[in-house]
Each structure stands twice: as structure tokens, then as C-alpha cells.
């Protein structure tokens, strides 16, 4: 056998190897999605009386990456609110009770990114609550994808 | 010697050498990306799925509770699905195909099946608002959640 030929057959069967690893190692494409949801913005407290605690529900909204988050955020507290995705550019005006307002972003970046209100505890104004620190969810980007 | 096609052999031999090179990087690369050891048993998450009502400023907003859900492919969703609202409702997972019956104000039901599908999926109410029959409410179409299955 020549060296020609034989170098032929190695390449023939390393290329089908390489072939057969890359079909192994391409992942199922999954198409991203749409993750459409409520945000309400609520709170609790002692039976019949005015809420003490406030707070986003859901608590913990989770996307993967590439999903389109589209969040309807509904102020059904009686003081103002708002809110804003630390790490992406997604946040409300202030949303007085009863207000809302949609805001739509894509999960561009994996990760863990909080959202909270951004306006301080005012209560000449009834600008939030004094439980303002404590308004925080988290929104859990999956990436990759799958 | 010079004999023809000896040079365009080794062209693709080194390019297959190469290519077979690059393919196992990939793949171990992946493999140790995805933290991927073994196979996992797959999990049971029973949970309570409820219809929430929120109210304030006059205004009630009916959803389902949790609106989230996370799971693992493979595993196996158990809900206890309740509705204690005064109106009726119906759960519907619409990519698993699974539906409860009619819950009337009170009414619970069970629905059980395998996370085999990645990706995200819509659960919703499917009783449309009808007042006179006493169904759903206002803002049907915002009781949604959604369920996350992330690969195995």
C-alpha cells in the first residue's frame, strides 16, 4: 500500500471521527420562549389591618437565556411604588396604587439579578413603605439555554 | 516520488487530525461545562397550586400560585390544585396537554405528569370570564405561570 492510500483511509476515518464527535457535542437547539407574567406588587398584614409587608409577587422570576421577559406590574399596594431590574435596562415610572405598567426586555446575560424599588420611603409623599429595603425579588437567568 | 495526490492526502489528513483535536476540546469542554457526571434520579416535586386573590386600591387580581415553577427534565410534577376563589376556574398546562375539570368555587383537583419537555411553558386559566355562569373573573387572561424544565 502506498503512503498515499493509507494516508487517505486515516483521514477518511479521523474525519468521520471529528464528524460524529461535532454531531455529539452540538447541543438540541431549544427556540426561546416567551415568559408572559403578572407582577404584583402587594403586601400583608395583621388580619384586617393595613399591610406592613411588602413585597413583588412573584418573588423569584426565572427566564433562560434568550427568553423575552414581559412583566405586567400592578401596583395593588395603597402607597407608591416602582420597580427596576438591577443589570438590565428594565425599570417602571412610579406607579401609584392601582397603576400599572408593562416592561418587556430580553435575558440577554445569565445570571442572578435583583429587583427592587427605587424610590425611597418618603412618607410625607406616600412614596413606598418603611419596609423599602426589604422589597426585593429575584429575577434567574439560565444559561445557557437548555 | 512525486507521485500525484500524495500532497492533497496530507492536506486532508492534517486536517482531519485537527479537526478531530478541536472536536474533543468541545466536548470535554461541554461535558465539564453542563457539570455532567452521571445520570440524575429524577425528583418528584409535589406542590400546591392555588387561585391567589390580591386585593387593594379597589382593584382584585386573581393568579395562580406559585406563578413560578422550576423542575429538571425527567422529573415528575405532582399539584394539588385548589381554588377557594368565589368564582370558577380551570387549569390548563397547555404544552404537557394536561387540563383539570371545571373548579368550581371550592373545588380541588390533582394533576400529575412527567417534565419530559425542555423549555418554558405556560400554564393558564382556560374558563373564559363569563359573569352570568359565575366564571373566571376580569382579568382572566393574566392567570399565568409558568413552568421552566431545564435539561437533565
Redesign the interface.
Known sequence: M????L??V???V??A??LI??A??V?QP??P??????L?I??LGAVGAP?EHHFY??Q?????KG?TVRL?V?????ASHAIQVDGYDARTRILF??EQETMSFVATRGGVFPYRCYIPHDPTTGACSPDHETMIGYLIV?DPL? | MNRPGTGLAYVALTLSILALISSLVIYSMRARASGVTGQRAPATISLAMVVATFAGEGVFAHRWYPAMMVVREGDTVDLAIANPDRFSHQFEMTAYHRATDILKPGASARLTFTADEVGAFEYRCILPHDPARGHCTPDHDQMRGYLIVTAQ
Open positions: 502506498t503512503t498515499s492510500a494516508s487517505t486515516v483521514a477518511v479521523l474525519g471521527t471529528a464527535f461535532n455529539l457535542s447541543p431549544v427556540p420562549a416567551a415568559v408572559d407574567l403578572s404584583i402587594t403586601g399591610a409577587n412573584p423569584m422570576v426565572v427566564a433562560r427568553d405586567r400592578m401596583n395593588l399596594s395603597f396604587g392601582g439560565l437548555r
